[in-house]
């Protein structure tokens, strides 16, 4: 069973940065393949990033590439999310989560979650 801690939220202006990080206990976390998501209010929650186990193939949703990172650090059992550029509808609670089976862009498809960072832009 893996326990997944997400933090770095906040409240930023527009061009502004942040950088969340997740933290993996309770498992093996360098087996695992890593993913972003976000979800606004009333809305579905939606793909941002993932990373491959070994941190050697990263994805993006089309509406964060070039703005955004995803990193591991399979050592200290962490996965980051670098977000540069921010806009407003960047405005959503971010979820990181753990999949057994490699890299995917849907969020049935992770077996694990943590329980969300805030993180509001304003314009």
């Known amino acids: 069973q893996m326990q997944l801690v997400e933090s770095g939220g906040g409240l930023v202006q527009a061009g502004g940065s942040l950088r969340l990080s997740c933290a993996a206990s309770?498992?093996?976390?360098?087996?695992?393949?890593m993913g972003w998501f976000r979800q606004a209010p009333g809305k579905e929650r939606d793909f941002v990033a993932a990373i491959s186990w070994s941190g050697g193939n990263t994805y993006y949703a089309d509406s964060v590439k070039g703005r955004f990172t995803i990193s591991r650090d399979n050592a200290k059992k962490t996965v980051y999310l670098q977000m540069n550029s921010l806009k407003p509808d960047d405005t959503a609670v971010y979820y990181c989560?753990?999949?057994?089976?490699?890299?995917?862009?849907?969020?049935?498809?992770?077996?694990?979650w943590g329980q969300g960072t805030q993180v509001t832009i304003s314009s």
């Open positions: 309770g498992g093996t976390f360098s087996s695992y393949a």
């Open positions: 989560a753990a999949r057994a089976y490699g890299v995917a862009g849907f969020s049935s498809q992770y077996d694990y």
